[in-house]
């Protein structure tokens, strides 16, 4: 069994930043590629960054590029979602997730674990 433990959002204005952790516990971190997605309200969930098992491939969804990034901590078991230049279209519960492979994948059909989740409020 695996447990995923997000935590780090928050509501902060348009052009903030967050960091997004989550802790992993219950298997070898480091066998599995990780992924963050998010779920805004009406909506349905959405790949938003994802990372290889060594962290040397990382993937992330169009709206985010060059605003966010993805990185962990294989010793930690701690993977890491770095929020830069928040906009209001980026408010959702943010979700880690644990892939059944170790290369990273934007499809959410290639992970099997994920956790509660952390909400992400940008006001204007």
């Known amino acids: 069994q695996v447990q995923l433990i997000e935590s780090g959002g928050g509501l902060v204005q348009t052009g903030d930043s967050l960091r997004l952790s989550c802790a992993a516990s219950?298997?070898?971190?480091?066998?599995?590629?990780m992924g963050w997605f998010r779920q805004a309200p009406g909506k349905d969930r959405e790949f938003v960054a994802a990372?290889?098992?060594?962290?040397?491939?990382?993937y992330y969804t169009d709206s985010v590029k060059g605003r966010f990034n993805i990185s962990r901590d294989n010793e930690k078991n701690k993977l890491y979602l770095q929020l830069n230049s928040l906009k209001q279209e980026d408010t959702a519960v943010y979700y880690c997730?644990?892939?059944?492979?170790?290369?990273?994948?934007?499809?959410?059909?290639?992970?099997?674990?994920w956790g509660q989740g952390t909400q992400v409020t940008v006001s204007s």
């Open positions: 997730e644990k892939g059944n492979r170790l290369s990273a994948s934007f499809e959410e059909g290639n992970y099997d674990y």
């Open positions: 219950g298997r070898t971190f480091s066998d599995y590629a």
């Open positions: 990372i290889s098992w060594s962290g040397g491939t990382r």
